[in-house]
């Protein structure tokens, strides 16, 4: 942000924008002007700056938020994938059904360095959270541990935009509605392919079927109150986590 602000800051970004026909200026703004009109006088980024790449010269050919579906996220799932972990990841299966179970079982050094990894923390969904919570501590931990190259996080809770490393979040169904994420166990290999953009395991579908069968629902956390209402009409991640839905 320092960086950003030294070469002209947001006026600059949008002086961009608009010269590069990503932004409509036409709006009239608190100001009375248009956008274009705030920023026609303001200075362009420096010629020789590399903070804010051109169109024609970008850092990677694709971004790095991406949509991920497949056998364990049917719905979707939202990927911050960089690239810089790669853009494949296969590795077995360990299952946590909460964030501290997780955390517990890093510090206790259940998880290794050099042993390929994904992480699963689920039940921390909408409903299951309930409300989503975010997963920048497991995620930090994941790297704080010098695991980033060997482990790959899978859940069904959300991430904050500080969290980086092959993480995989917002999956659809959660855990708590039956999703699939909810059926993988321990020791199940499953491989994120960033550039096909799907998450599946090595179970076949009739294993999945067996499973299912014998899934239950757990209890909701809350039995009463506002955190009671909202778990039961709260939507899924990909509609929104709205309580607009028929009581």
């Known amino acids: 942000m320092a960086d950003m602000h030294r070469i002209g ?5 949008l ?3 608009l010269k590069e026909g990503i932004l409509d200026g036409s709006g009239v703004t608190v100001t009375g002007q248009t956008m274009a009109k705030n920023v026609d006088a303001l200075p362009d980024f420096p010629a020789d700056q590399q903070i804010i790449r051109p169109l024609s010269k970008p850092i990677k050919p694709t971004g790095h938020i991406q949509i991920l579906r ?5 719905g979707g799932s939202v990927g911050k994938i960089t690239g810089k972990e790669g853009l494949v990841f296969t ?3 360990r299952v946590y059904d909460d964030e501290d179970d997780f955390i ?17 923390i689920r039940y921390e969904g909408p409903k299951g959270g ?10 930090s931990a994941i790297m704080g541990a010098g695991l980033g190259q060997d482990v790959a996080l899978l859940t069904d809770g959300r991430f904050s935009g500080g969290s980086h490393g092959f993480l995989i979040g917002h999956i659809v169904p959660e855990a708590q509605e039956g999703g699939p994420i909810g059926l993988v166990r321990d020791g199940d290999v499953v491989t994120i392919d960033a550039e096909r953009r799907v998450i ?4 076949s579908d009739a294993e999945m079927a067996r499973r299912r069968a014998d899934w239950k629902a757990p209890a909701l ?8 209402k909202y778990a039961t009409l709260v939507s899924d991640a990909s509609s929104g986590c709205v309580t607009d839905g028929p009581i």
């Open 104 to 120: 517990a079982s890093l510090e206790a050094g259940d998880i290794k360095k050099g042993d390929k990894t994904v992480v699963i």
């Open 221 to 228: 956390k809350y039995t009463k109150g506002t955190l009671k």
């Open 15 to 17: 002086k961009f924008l």
């Open 91 to 93: 590795g077995k299966a």
């Open 70 to 74: 497949g056998q364990l996220a049917p």
């Open 130 to 139: 309930p409300g989503m919570p975010e997963m920048l501590k497991p995620s």
């Open 9 to 13: 800051g947001t006026p600059a970004l």
């Open 200 to 203: 599946d395991s090595d179970v």
